[in-house]
């Protein structure tokens, strides 16, 4: 039980948990059947639950060295070597669960967790770390598109809001381990800019993500919902402190909830 506990807590269950349940109801809403969505849920929980056991297991030494008490691994509840043999069977599920979606949506599902796996292994200390968020983020609406009969492409709105809430949650994810990270010599692009910096960032492009969904639905709710994202932007860079953080929080909620009451308008 303790070590089944220490991978519950090593797999970052809450952004696991959250991508999960967005791209799961995006799906439902875009008119995919139970038993297609079903196998999406499955898809991406395999691929979420690899990308964080992946990053526990790559930053143990890291970890380590900041006396990280909160992660799992240094509180010995489990090995790095367990956590990284769940990383790779979890990685092994998510193949075939992703195929099973058609190729074209598998391989671009696959692409995404590609990429979240590079930004694990080396991607995230330099300057590209912005890089795999987008792509991770980018490729989802078109993992719901091609799996919908005809395997349409996605709306090109769709594809650059999904990515634009990538790098909003890039910045939002790194903001609380700057100082951590500058210590233990990891230097991505959050980093490099300083915590200051990305607070004042990490709504910006969630708004635009908001903007390019609200033009590209046009309907009845994106407007007053774009009127209300700058509002909260504007507030939270105006008072400073955690209220940017907490302004981006307000506005990718608001940014899931157009997909998903738009979910038959994302095909191109």
């Given at each position: 039980?303790?070590?089944?506990?220490?991978?519950?807590?090593?797999?970052?269950?809450?952004?696991?948990?959250?991508?999960?349940?967005?791209?799961?109801?995006?799906?439902?809403?875009?008119?995919?059947?139970?038993?297609?969505?079903?196998?999406?849920?499955?898809?991406?929980?395999?691929?979420?639950?690899?990308?964080?056991?992946c990053?526990?297991a790559?930053?143990?030494a890291?970890?380590?060295?900041?006396?990280?008490?909160?992660?799992?691994?240094?509180?010995?509840?489990?090995?790095?070597?367990?956590?990284?043999?769940?990383?790779?069977?979890?990685?092994?599920?998510?193949?075939?669960?992703?195929?099973?979606?058609?190729?074209?949506?598998?391989?671009?599902?696959?692409?995404?967790?590609?990429?979240?796996?590079?930004?694990?292994?080396?991607?995230?200390?330099?300057?590209l770390?912005?890089?795999?968020?987008?792509?991770g983020?980018?490729?989802?609406?078109?993992?719901?598109?091609?799996?919908?009969?005809?395997?349409?492409?996605?709306?090109?709105?769709?594809v650059?809001?999904?990515a634009?809430?990538?790098?909003?949650?890039?910045?939002?994810?790194?903001?609380?381990?700057?100082?951590?990270?500058?210590?233990?010599?990891?230097?991505?692009?959050?980093?490099?800019?300083?915590?200051?910096?990305?607070?004042?960032?990490?709504?910006?492009?969630?708004?635009?993500?908001?903007?390019?969904?609200?033009?590209?639905?046009?309907?009845?709710?994106?407007?007053?919902?774009?009127?209300?994202?700058?509002?909260?932007?504007v507030?939270?860079?105006?008072?400073?402190?955690?209220?940017?953080?907490?302004?981006?929080?307000?506005?990718?909620?608001?940014?899931?909830?157009?997909?998903?009451?738009?979910?038959?308008?994302?095909?191109?």
């Open positions: 039980m303790r070590t089944v506990a220490g991978l519950a807590r090593a797999c970052h269950p809450g952004p696991t948990l959250a991508v999960t349940a967005f791209v799961t109801a995006v799906t439902a809403a875009s008119g995919r059947d139970l038993a297609g969505t079903v196998l999406v849920a499955a898809a991406i929980l395999t691929g979420q639950l690899s990308i964080g056991w990053n526990d790559a930053d143990a890291r970890d380590a060295a900041s006396a990280r008490g909160d992660k799992p691994i240094v509180a010995g509840l489990v090995a790095a070597g367990t956590v990284r043999a769940a990383a790779f069977a979890a990685l092994a599920l998510c193949v075939p669960l992703s195929l099973a979606s058609g190729p074209l949506a598998g391989l671009a599902h696959l692409l995404g967790v590609g990429a979240a796996w590079a930004y694990d292994l080396g991607l995230k200390a330099t300057v770390s912005w890089l795999p968020y987008m792509i983020f980018g490729v989802l609406p078109a993992f719901v598109t091609l799996g919908l009969p005809g395997r349409p492409w996605p709306a090109w709105w769709a650059l809001g999904a634009l809430l990538g790098l909003g949650a890039h910045l939002a994810n790194v903001l609380p381990d700057i100082k951590d990270d500058l210590a233990t010599g990891v230097r991505g692009w959050p980093q490099r800019l300083g915590p200051a910096r990305v607070a004042a960032l990490v709504p910006l492009p969630l708004l635009a993500a908001t903007a390019l969904i609200s033009f590209g639905v046009y309907g009845a709710a994106s407007w007053p919902a774009l009127a209300v994202a700058a509002a909260v932007t507030a939270g860079l105006w008072r400073g402190g955690r209220a940017p953080f907490l302004a981006a929080i307000v506005v990718a909620g608001i940014d899931v909830v157009l997909l998903v009451i738009n979910g038959s308008r994302l095909t191109g």
